[in-house]
């Protein structure tokens, strides 16, 4: 009650200036700017805390001030969008977060209120709302990795669960959250490793549940099977779980799946799309293997420059891996974390990424480093016992005539073969990364163009055609040890083998080969 009473007194709830700290511009002239991502969480608060405290808990002269304060932000959210006032609404983005927050408390305050009191209200924020349900992929893909999907899916999900209870199912059954659990369930791969390419913070989701760099997959899991009672969720939460969250969604869902009906197991494989990945695993154990390869979209937003990259998980251990995401304040983000640095992809010449002035890396791209242009995914074969999938990332670099990657895989090995060729009889030196999830140096053997990397869990054998330089070089990541945003420690080092050819080269073909020790 006496947070009500302090949520009473804001108006709006989102304080004016909120796109001040990006552009450096002053607010309008009107004071407006927009409503953003506390109007969508300040109704949710509200509109929760109403719907649990016991009839009668909150007094007349309380309940006139949330009403009052309600009203306002409806019409806030509505003249917005008319006015086109966020930059989301004037480029008309409805993939991102912002573009869904807001909405979510217009709906949210129609309810509360009483949505045939504010139909014409009601049916603006579905409306919009839907569009970005549509947005997203057909087989239930959201646009980013799985964090960005917690926070925005979140809010569709208290936003469709609402209107259901209300009588209006129309967004709980559209068929990007009707898919959306499987798309999910799929990230978590073997040893409680998750695919994190995009920019995912959290890179495992442990059994209890509780994750020390921050992110709960868990709680995600449990609110989505408790708003949408999807069999998906139930069943990952029944078997690839201790016990769902402890917290409000947590409690609630344990009712459900105290009930029974446990759904058939989810699929091991897929490929999906609009993700523009293919993931696949051996069994829901977790030491099984584990396999997932990154393409390019057209539609790609707020990705990294991963274009081709491998990751290979062996019976529960980490083998191939990406560099990860770290806070945005990290010194070393553009450079060696979202960029083609962090990732086991081409690169041609040897020109390192240097520091641009935006904070983030998705501006970044210099001569010889991948640009995020489309990279088809062809799959050849997916099934119980591996896979075969073609990446072509020639449209990712300049000069390029040529950057085809067959990635081939059974329980027990995988091989990469790289076929590399320059434009117009240039020549420069080509090379590739390989993020090693080894926790000690790897031994490196060879000469010419045989080489082979050795370490406790596996080895990697490399043939070309040209001759190579291989060495080992630390790279920080925050996929084997992630930090929470505000740990002042150093990032954690890994081994990466960086492959190379001798001499400048008009192309090449390499083969990876990668199997137990």
Not at 33 to 42: A, H, V
Not at 161 to 167: F, L, Q
Not at 318 to 340: F, K, M, Q, R, V
Not at 434 to 460: F, V
């Amino acid at each position: 009650l006496a947070q009500l009473d302090e949520m009473a007194s804001w108006s709006p709830l989102q304080r004016p200036g909120w796109t001040c700290f990006s552009n450096d511009q002053p607010l309008p002239p009107d004071g407006k700017d927009g409503s953003w991502l506390s109007t969508g969480t300040g109704v949710r608060a509200i509109a929760l805390a109403l719907d649990l405290l016991p009839a009668d808990t909150v007094d007349t002269a309380l309940r006139a001030r949330l009403d009052t304060l309600l009203r306002a932000e409806i019409e806030q959210v509505v003249d917005d969008w008319n006015q086109k006032r966020q930059w989301f609404v004037k480029w008309r983005n409805p993939i991102t977060n912002q573009w869904v927050l807001p909405l979510e408390g217009l709906i949210g305050a129609c309810l509360v209120l009483g949505r045939e009191r504010y139909r014409d209200a009601y049916e603006f924020g579905v409306r919009h709302m839907r569009e970005a349900l549509d947005a997203h992929g057909a087989d239930g893909e959201f646009e980013e990795g799985a964090h960005y999907a917690a926070y925005t899916v979140t809010s569709m999900l208290y936003t469709a669960h609402a209107m259901a209870r209300a009588g209006d199912d129309c967004l709980l059954g559209h068929p990007f959250l009707q898919r959306f659990p499987t798309w999910l369930v799929h990230h978590l791969q073997p040893g409680r490793w998750l695919i994190n390419c995009f920019d995912s913070f959290t890179p495992t989701a442990p059994r209890g549940g509780h994750n020390p760099a921050g992110d709960n997959f868990l709680q995600f899991l449990s609110l989505l099977a408790v708003t949408t009672n999807h069999p998906v969720a139930r069943w990952a939460l029944r078997h690839l779980f201790d016990r769902p969250s402890e917290d409000l969604a947590g409690l609630a869902v344990r009712v459900l799946l105290s009930e029974g009906g446990d759904a058939p197991a989810v699929p091991l494989y897929a490929a999906y799309d609009r993700a523009r990945r293919v993931n696949w695993r051996s069994g829901w154990e977790d030491d099984a293997t584990g396999v997932w390869i990154r393409g390019g979209h057209p539609s790609d937003q707020h990705d990294h420059f991963d274009r081709g990259h491998v990751n290979f998980i062996l019976r529960g251990r980490p083998i191939l891996i990406e560099a990860g995401t770290p806070a945005y304040h990290n010194a070393l983000i553009c450079s060696h974390y979202s960029s083609g640095l962090g990732h086991n992809v081409l690169q041609l010449g040897t020109q390192m990424p240097g520091q641009p002035s935006t904070p983030l890396g998705e501006y970044l791209c210099l001569p010889g480093w991948q640009k995020k242009a489309v990279a088809p995914l062809t799959v050849q074969r997916l099934d119980a016992a591996g896979g075969e999938v073609t990446v072509d990332g020639t449209a990712c670099y300049d000069g390029l005539q040529r950057w085809r990657r067959t990635v081939r895989w059974t329980i027990n090995e995988l091989t990469v073969e790289d076929d590399v060729a320059l434009a117009d009889a240039h020549t420069d030196i080509v090379c590739f990364r390989w993020h090693l999830g080894a926790t000690q140096s790897p031994r490196i053997q060879g000469a010419g163009a045989r080489w082979q990397a050795t370490w406790s869990e596996a080895t990697l054998t490399l043939e070309s055609s040209v001759p190579l330089v291989v060495i080992e070089e630390p790279m920080p990541d925050h996929t084997l040890v992630a930090r929470t945003w505000d740990d002042p420690a150093p990032d954690h080092l890994h081994p990466c083998l960086v492959v190379r050819s001798a001499e400048p080269v008009a192309g090449l073909r390499l083969t990876t080969h990668v199997h137990p020790a």
